[in-house]
Structure formats: C-alpha cells, structure tokens
Nanobody, 125 residues
C-alpha cells in the first residue's frame, strides 16, 4: 500500500506558474500509475493529467494540454505537476492518486485506489 500527499498549492496570479508535488510514503511509487485530478466548488472531480509508472507515457485533459506537464522522480517517490499560463478557471483543489499498474496511464478516477487529501490552487489577481 502506498500513501500519497500533495503539496505546493497556493494563490497565484493569472499567467503565473506553479509546481505541485505528490510525495509517496510506504512502498515505492515506481510501481504505480499516478494521476492528478481537480475539483472546483460545485463541480465534479475531473482528470487533469496522468503518467505511467515508468514515466514513459503521459496524458492530459484538453483544458490543460500545452500548459501543464507531468513528470516523476521514482528515486524520490514523487510525481510533479508543472502548471504554466494559469487561468482563473484552474482554481480548484488538486488531488493526486495512484494505482499499482505496470503499463499505461489511467484517466478514470474509479481506477485509482490511493488518494491524497488535496492541495488548494487559487488563480486570481
């Protein structure tokens, strides 16, 4: 079992950048496909980005494609979400999640088993 915890959320101005981290404790994260999701008030949680256990495959939602990147450092048991050109509509609680999976990227939140508590990202002037 792996436990994950997000960090890095804060208030940022439109057009700014932010990097979120998802750190794992317990067993290694290198066996786990990992995803980032977000939930804004009054909306359902949505997929943002995902990365395979090796880091060789990634996927993004259309709303963040070209602005966000996802990467991982398995030696540090950490997955990162680099967010650039932030918009007010990116404001949400961001969650990371993991699922033990040798190959592939998961988009469906129902496929993930291990969730963090979330970190608040607010984009506002």
């Amino acid at each position: 079992q792996v436990h994950v915890q997000e960090s890095g959320g804060r208030l940022v101005r439109p057009g700014g950048s932010l990097r979120l981290s998802c750190a794992a404790s317990g067993r290694t994260l290198s066996d786990y496909a990992t995803g980032w999701f977000r939930q804004a008030p009054g909306t359902e949680r949505e997929f943002v980005a995902g990365i395979s256990s090796s880091g060789s495959s990634t996927a993004f939602s259309d709303s963040v494609k070209g602005r966000f990147t996802i990467s991982r450092d398995n030696a540090k048991k950490t997955v990162y979400l680099q967010m650039n050109s932030l918009k007010p509509e990116d404001t949400a609680v961001y969650y990371c999640a993991g699922r033990r999976l040798r190959f592939g990227v998961l988009r469906d939140e129902n496929n993930y088993e291990n969730w963090g508590q979330g970190t608040q990202v607010t984009v506002s002037s």
